[in-house]
Nanobody, 122 residues
Framework: QVQLVESGGGLVQAGGSLRLSCAAS????????MGWYRQTPGKQRELVAV???????NYVDSVKGRFTISSDNAKNTVYLQMNSLKPDDTAVYYC????????????????WGQGTQVTVSS
């Protein structure tokens, strides 16, 4: 199947920066969409940013102008550059990819990373 390995979380002061990475490996023919979500205790998982294989991006309003999602399609890797971090950005961040396993397959299968903790202190 497919494995996702996330890295880059940690503790940072408000106003600081972090860069998250998520590398996918395994039975991958193509990945059409890659995204980052975040979740805090007692709340639903929230979409933070998404990028398509053609480079189109979308962000939740609360991170626009501060976060940048990018990808290296050759490496099946997605990044999230987070600048001007705020305490409200504290959460566990998960990457998500939609994988097509074989040529001609029309179904995309979703896979999730293990999550990485981001903590922003005030």
């Amino acid at each position: 199947q497919v494995q996702l390995v996330e890295s880059g979380g940690g503790l940072v002061q408000a106003g600081g920066s972090l860069r998250l990475s998520c590398a996918a490996s395994g039975r991958i023919f193509s990945i059409n969409v890659m995204g980052w979500y975040r979740q805090t205790p007692g709340k639903q998982r929230e979409l933070v940013a998404v990028i398509t294989s053609t480079g189109s991006t979308n962000y939740v309003d609360s991170v626009k102008g501060r976060f940048t999602i990018s990808s290296d399609n050759a490496k099946n890797t997605v990044y999230l550059q987070m600048n001007s971090l705020k305490p409200d950005d504290t959460a566990v961040y998960y990457c998500n990819v939609g994988v097509v396993h074989t040529p001609g397959e029309r179904v995309e299968y979703p896979y999730w990373g293990q999550g990485t903790q981001v903590t922003v202190s005030s």
